[in-house]
C-alpha cells in the first residue's frame, strides 16, 4: 500500500527551496518508513528536484555497501550528482550534519568525465541513455548505487529509475543491476518502489 504526502499549496508558494527540503525531510528523516511518492500538485523543475533530493539520501538508509567500498571505519558515505548543480546544492543542504549507518555524509557536484572513483551513490540527471552505459564502464567493478531519471533507466543499467506518475516522484528498481554493482537493498525499500525488476538488461 502506497502513502502520499500532501502539503498545502499555499506553504509551497510561500517557502523558499531550503524551506520545501526541510519539510521534505521531516517527512523522509532516516528510521521512519520510506514514502513511494510525494505529491507535486506544485509544478515546477525546483519542487522535483527538491522531492528527488530527499529521496536520494533516504536511499542511502535502506542501501548497503561492501566494507571494501570505505577506506576506513569513519570515512563518509559518498553522493554525487551528475549533470544538476541545483540538486547537488539542495541535496548538501538535506544532508549537511546527518550521518547513515554511522558514517557522515559528503555530496559532490559533478560533470561527465569526471573521477567517480569514491562515490557511493551516484545520480545521474536528464535522459542520456548512452551517459549511462559510459558511466557504468568507467565505474568499472566499485560499488555503486547509480540513480536516474531516464526513460528505461534500468534497461540502461541503473539500480534505481526516477519516474513522474500522476504528479508524483515514484521509482523502480532493478534487483540484477544492485547485484551487479555490489549494492545490497532492503526489502523494506522494494516493497514501496512503483515496481521491482529482475531479469532486466
Excluded at 561527465?112 to 551513490?121: C, K, M, S, Y
Amino acid at each position: 500500500m502506497y502513502t502520499t504526502l500532501r502539503f498545502p499549496v499555499a506553504a509551497w508558494r510561500s517557502a523558499c527551496a531550503a524551506c520545501a527540503a526541510l519539510l521534505l525531510l521531516g517527512a523522509l528523516a532516516v528510521g521512519a518508513p520510506l514514502q513511494a511518492s510525494v505529491s507535486a500538485t506544485v509544478p515546477g523543475v525546483a519542487l522535483e528536484r527538491s522531492v528527488k533530493a530527499a529521496f536520494l539520501y533516504k536511499f542511502l538508509g535502506y542501501a548497503e555497501f561492501p566494507a571494501s567500498a570505505f577506506a576506513d571505519a569513519t570515512a563518509p558515505i559518498v553522493i554525487g550528482v551528475l549533470g544538476a548543480d541545483d540538486m547537488a546544492a539542495e541535496l548538501a543542504r538535506i544532508v549537511a550534519g546527518r550521518t547513515v549507518n554511522g558514517r557522515p555524509l559528503a555530496v559532490r557536484s559533478l560533470k561527465e568525465g569526471d573521477a567517480i572513483a569514491g562515490v557511493h551513490l551516484l545520480f545521474v540527471a536528464g535522459n542520456d541513455g548512452g551517459r549511462v552505459g559510459r558511466i557504468l564502464r568507467a565505474a568499472g567493478q566499485q560499488p555503486l548505487l547509480l540513480v536516474t531519471e531516464s526513460d528505461g533507466g534500468l534497461q540502461q543499467g541503473s539500480v534505481i529509475n526516477f519516474k513522474i506518475i500522476d504528479e508524483r516522484v515514484r521509482f523502480d528498481v532493478s534487483l540484477d543491476a544492485a547485484e551487479r554493482n555490489n549494492v545490497k537493498l532492503s526489502s523494506r525499500l522494494l516493497t514501496v518502489a512503483h515496481q521491482v525488476r529482475k531479469g532486466v538488461n
